[in-house]
């Protein structure tokens, strides 16, 4: 059997939060190639069933595979919760063993335990992301120690799709999650943004919270994480071309896709629309 070519890294989410990732990690790692697809016609992902973010995402997955990717990052909270862990146990070794599929929940959870003080962390994130209790479980995992809550905060994705996240409209919905979350745990002093989009509300977040309280956001965990994988597996690291590329995807108009892009990257960008097979 003859090795298979070199491929990009693949970068997925169901709209736009992913770029915020996506961002740190060309920051950090710019040689590489990547792919990025944004499954915008069937965003948002957050309220919806975990099969659905399943078949949506596996679907993605395998269009990244047709397109030559050996590696795919899960740039979303809600198919990193209700999808990789099935991805990874089931379908890869069918599909092609060689390949890889990473989350951004776990580069994330791994950095906690020096972080916070009182030991009791907070996660803010959809509602899919907040259900499935997946930061909850993966930290008892890691740091049994820790005491960890969640909640839910459904309208902060549209606040900022709707470009409402730097309006002062935004401040009700912001300060209403983080009572409601102080309120069910008032020791927390850590607090991780269990959603890409919400990096562009941090400002206001910070300003709502007492002052000494960390906030992390998943952007420079997930790069730092993916650069310390592919320098322990060089052989997966070969699989990947180094030409510092960068193509985007929608499924969704790309007109708007472009436009709505400038929020996360700050720079103009032309993305091509698909239509994933079984869309």
């Known amino acids: 059997m003859q090795p298979t070519a070199a491929g990009a890294i693949g970068v997925f989410d169901s709209g736009y ?51 030559g990717c050996h590696l795919v990052i899960l740039a979303c909270n809600t198919a990193s919760a209700k999808a990789l862990r099935t991805i990874q146990q089931r379908d890869l070794p069918v599909i092609d063993p060689g390949r890889r599929v990473l989350g951004v929940i776990r580069p994330t959870t791994e950095r906690v335990a020096e972080l916070t ?27 049994p120690q820790l005491t960890v809550t969640g909640e839910a905060c459904p309208m902060w994705v549209p606040l900022v799709e709707n470009r409402e996240h730097d309006k002062p ?85 790309p007109d708007k896709f472009n436009q709505l892009a400038s929020l996360f990257l700050q720079e103009e960008i032309d993305a091509r629309q698909i239509k994933l097979e079984k869309l």
């Open 117 to 143: 003080r009182s030991g009791h962390v907070g996660v803010l994130g959809t509602e899919g992301t907040i259900q499935s209790r997946s930061y909850e479980i993966e930290i008892s995992k890691q740091h």
């Open 17 to 67: 939060g992913g770029l915020t990732v996506l961002s740190a990690i060309k920051t950090l790692m710019p040689q590489y190639d990547y792919l990025y697809l944004g499954d915008n016609a069937r965003a948002p992902y957050g309220s919806r069933s975990f099969d659905s973010v399943y078949r949506f995402t596996l679907e993605a997955v395998e269009w990244f595979f047709s397109r």
């Open 169 to 253: 409209g935004a401040d009700y919905f912001v300060r209403q999650h983080l009572k409601q979350l102080k309120a069910k745990d008032p020791l927390i002093d850590t607090i991780i943004l269990g959603c890409t989009h919400y990096p562009l509300l941090l400002d206001k977040i910070r300003h709502h919270l007492p002052a000494g309280t960390r906030v992390l956001s998943q952007g420079s965990y997930v790069a730092e994480s993916l650069e310390d994988y592919l320098s322990r597996h060089p052989e997966m690291d070969a699989k990947c071309t180094k030409g510092g590329t960068v193509r985007y995807y929608t499924t969704d108009a």
